[in-house]
């Protein structure tokens, strides 16, 4: 499948007194490319949410190539690695738009939990939302 990589302005307020983005927002972006690619599955976490389905992130990285400064476009491949039907993860390409410069590359990890926070296997919750993920899933 083909996804619309999520593109985000970089604004004045993410920069630090070293007049660059703070390196703290490039998680925040992850969530906001995130949020997008699952609405691009029609899975958004308003959809999960309604059914009683929640998605914590269990662990992020993020690793830093180059600097963004205030207005750039910043330029969200996201892509889906690994899904078990309990657990996900996702990594995150972000490149400059006008140079397609690299600045960071990312990685999440999530699972899927009932409404009391035990972990649910969609596989038998949703078929329906198991069948989209495992389609969704890069393959090189």
């Not at 409404?115 to 939302?129: D, Y």
Request: aromatic share 12%.
């Amino acid at each position: 499948m083909d996804f619309r990589p999520y593109k985000h302005k970089a604004q004045y307020y993410e920069t630090d007194s070293m007049k660059i983005v703070h390196h703290s927002n490039y998680i925040r972006w992850m969530e906001e490319a995130r949020v997008d690619f699952l609405e691009q599955i029609n899975l958004g976490y308003d959809v999960m949410e309604r059914a009683g389905i929640i998605s914590p992130v269990l662990a992020v990285e993020c690793e830093y190539k180059s600097m963004t400064r205030f207005a750039e476009t910043v330029v969200i491949a996201v892509r889906l690695t690994n899904y078990t039907g309990v657990r996900f993860d996702v990594e995150y390409e972000m490149r400059d738009e006008a140079s397609g410069e690299l600045r960071a590359k990312g990685r999440t990890s999530h699972c899927f939990l009932d409404q009391n926070g035990r972990p649910t296997a969609l596989k038998r919750r949703n078929p329906e939302w198991d069948a989209i993920l495992r389609g969704a899933v890069f393959e090189e």
